[in-house]
């Protein structure tokens, strides 16, 4: 599939905002995040930018963005328009938890609660869009939903703890539960692609045809001398070895440094943790975008069997 | 709604006779005249005398080589939504604008709430769905739902432009609801099967599979094949052509 950088953009940052936002609840409820208000401006800022900047960058991807109020419309049957109702809907108790904590210096446990719960519900949305597809094996897959779960609350806790850092505020046990969520990404990263590698692609040109039963299909001759839109959208494909290089810098750079940065911090000397916190969360996006790119240009569609693909 | 209908009472589709379609893109061309005029007009063209050409079309005609070698074959094979039964396309639409109605069984766009998002011709195996670039809206076939009601149009033209276009008659429309109909027989005589049935999307439109070859490789036992060389009688005059042969071929 093509790598639309819209989309990397968008999936990237609001994940990394929704968790973001279950983070801020979290820590608020276990009374680890005292209700101050210039943390509060900028962390909720933070979240809120992060997601209002996806949410803008995903318009772009449209052909009609001023027609998008009606993506609101069909949440009886489709991912993409459940993800637009929650998103909108987790801004109410996101929106009046922030103006709590920044106006009034307090906390509502039930606004966090909510909170944690639509922003829960909204990246489930998210990953569904694509795990529903049963044309793009890759996606199909029952680990791309938990995948974007676990990435948004990892991503989410990396930039919660440089807050944490700049409010010199306790991190040990915060730095535990993100250095287990960024390991656990990796563990389930690791086994969606040792599991895409291995599956069975049993989509050819012979059974997409209907023609295999009189012997190999090939494709002849193309119905169009350049790319249409199907080849352009759908018929992306990215070499196995550039695509081995990407996942181990989605890997290593993306998920594991933070979680070593993490592990340091908790022994650094004062005043290092911060630009430890700072290192983390730059080498988290770097890697976690380049987890998306792939995500995306690693995906087959089955169409390609028609336009001479062997399998898909 | 982009909720499928329980069920519907025609199943207008198309069957597509794979045994003497010849290529010729006659109906492609035909199509694209009819519907950049038509329901979804226009189907735009990007740099159409350009360098990289490309445009919207909502039927395309590929080739296949079957088989190896001598007994190969080619098979021409026009692909274009089939209306299907139970179609992702129309249930991942966020907006509406994709939905399948429950008169006809024709999955429609409707081109003026549709925002672009691209997500139902992801949905689609058959890559049926072709975004317009200009006009920032999907488009796909139409089954030329603005022809086949049509009474401002003579009756014989009342039919999908594509099937109206065939030069070969490759091409049948009807409803394959119906078991009686033209179209459901034709498909149970001649074998008509469904494109990518594990899909369970439940396509509505059938390919009719090419008839067994007939050429002399497959030529069946009661005619004798001619034989490839004459046998030798061994008489003089042969074994002096032969010699002569030899000499004027060094
Ligand atoms: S062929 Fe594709 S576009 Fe047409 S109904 Fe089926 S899934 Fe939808
Ligand atoms: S591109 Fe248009 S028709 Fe297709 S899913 Fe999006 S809004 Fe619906």
Excluded at chain 1, 234 to 262: C, D, E
Excluded at chain 2, 215 to 220: E, K, M
Aim: glycine share 8%.
């Amino acid at each position: 599939m093509h790598p639309a950088y819209s989309v990397i953009l968008f999936t990237t940052m609001s994940g990394a905002g929704y968790g973001l936002l279950i983070w801020l609840s979290a820590l608020g409820l276990a009374g680890a995040l005292p209700p101050t208000r210039t943390l509060g401006f900028f962390a909720f800022g933070l979240a809120f930018a992060l997601i209002g900047g996806g949410l803008m960058s995903s318009t772009a991807h449209l052909g009609r963005p001023e027609r998008a109020w009606r993506a609101f419309s069909q949440w009886r049957s489709s991912w993409l328009s459940r993800e637009g109702v929650l998103a909108v809907a987790s801004f109410v108790p996101a929106g009046l938890l922030a103006i709590n904590w920044i106006f009034y210096e307090s906390f509502s446990p039930a606004l966090a609660w909510a909170t944690i719960a639509l922003s829960l519900a909204t990246v489930y949305a998210t990953g569904m869009i694509y795990q529903s597809l049963p044309t793009i094996r890759a996606w199909h897959n029952p680990l791309v939903t938990p995948i974007y779960l676990v990435l948004a609350i990892a991503t989410g806790g990396v930039i919660a703890l440089f807050f944490l850092r700049a409010a010199e505020l306790q991190a040990a046990r915060p730095s535990l539960v993100a250095i287990a969520m960024l390991l656990a990404a990796a563990a389930l990263k690791w086994s969606y692609w040792t599991g895409i590698d291995s599956a069975q692609r049993t989509y050819t040109a012979g059974a997409a045809t209907g023609l295999g039963q009189f012997g190999k299909v090939r494709m002849l001759i193309s119905p169009h001398s350049t790319a249409n839109y199907v080849m352009r959208e759908m018929g992306y494909s990215v070499g196995r070895r550039h695509a081995n290089k990407l996942r181990r810098t989605a890997l290593w750079v993306g998920l594991i440094a933070p979680a070593l940065l993490t592990a340091l911090s908790l022994y650094a000397p004062a005043g290092t943790e911060i630009a430890l916190a700072l290192l983390a969360v730059a080498a988290m996006a770097f890697g976690i975008i380049t987890e998306r790119w792939l995500f995306f240009a690693e995906a087959e569609h089955v169409v390609n069997v028609y336009y001479g693909a062997e399998a898909a | 709604m982009t909720s499928l209908p329980q069920s519907t009472d025609k199943k207008l589709g198309l069957v597509i006779d794979l045994d003497t379609c010849v290529g010729c893109q006659a109906c492609a061309t035909s199509c694209k005249e009819w519907n950049t005029g038509g329901y979804s007009a226009p189907l735009s063209d990007i740099q159409p005398y350009g360098v990289d050409p490309q445009g919207t079309w909502l039927n395309r005609i590929h080739s296949y080589e079957i088989g190896e070698g001598s007994t190969s074959r080619t098979v021409h094979f026009p692909r274009s939504c089939l209306h299907c039964e139970t179609p992702a396309c129309v249930t991942v639409c966020p907006t509406g604008a994709s939905y399948k109605r429950a008169e006809d069984g024709i999955v429609l766009v409707n081109p003026d709430t549709c925002i672009g998002c691209k997500l139902c011709s992801w949905a689609c195996p058959y890559g049926a769905r072709e975004y317009d670039y200009a006009e920032g809206v999907m488009r796909k076939c139409t089954l030329c739902v603005d022809r086949i009601y049509n009474e401002h149009i003579p009756e014989e033209d009342r039919i999908p432009a594509c099937v109206r276009a065939c030069p070969t008659g490759a091409r049948h429309y009807g409803d394959l609801g119906d078991s009686e109909s033209k179209v459901s027989k034709l498909v149970a005589e001649r074998g008509g099967y469904a494109l990518l049935p594990e899909m369970d999307y439940k396509p509505v439109n059938r390919y009719l599979p090419p008839r067994p070859r007939r050429d002399s490789n497959t030529a069946s036992s009661d005619t004798p094949r001619p034989a490839e060389k004459p046998v030798s009688t061994g008489a003089a005059i042969e074994r002096l052509f032969k010699f002569a042969d030899k000499i004027l071929s060094r």
